[in-house]
């Protein structure tokens, strides 16, 4: 059974920082790249971040330069460095895993099968 599950989450004021982590069990060898994508009330889920098993990242344009994903293999351990928060940053964060057909690194949540409960981020202005 595959479990992921978000942490890190919290209220900080703008300009600060927070570290999201999400372990994963239950999916090891299908498991080619995993996302952080996020949903502010009345809006869609989008995506965040991405980072496939060699390391390859990428980023939504509206994190760029602030936030970093990362990864521990060792750990099974998913992480995002959030800095410079902004109020718009504030929503429910989830991390996701991609489903066992798919391969090329992508934030479109479609290529995505797991998701934890995710864990709030609010940012005060």
């Known amino acids: 059974q595959v479990q992921l599950v978000e942490s890190g989450g919290g209220s900080v004021e703008s300009g600060g920082s927070l570290r999201l982590s999400c372990t994963v069990s239950g999916y090891t060898y299908m498991r080619n790249f995993m996302g952080w994508f996020r949903q502010a009330p009345g809006k869609g889920r989008e995506g965040v971040a991405a980072i496939q098993s060699d390391g390859s990242t990428i980023y939504a344009d509206s994190v760029k330069g602030r936030f970093t994903i990362s990864q521990d293999n060792a750990r099974n351990t998913l992480y995002l460095e959030m800095n410079s928060l902004k109020p718009e940053d504030t929503a429910m964060y989830y991390c996701?895993?991609?489903?066992?057909?798919?391969?090329?690194?992508?934030?479109?949540?479609?290529?995505?099968?797991?998701w934890g409960q995710g864990t709030q981020v609010t940012v005060s202005s």
């Open positions: 996701a895993a991609n489903s066992p057909t798919s391969f090329l690194l992508t934030l479109q949540r479609i290529y995505y099968k797991y």
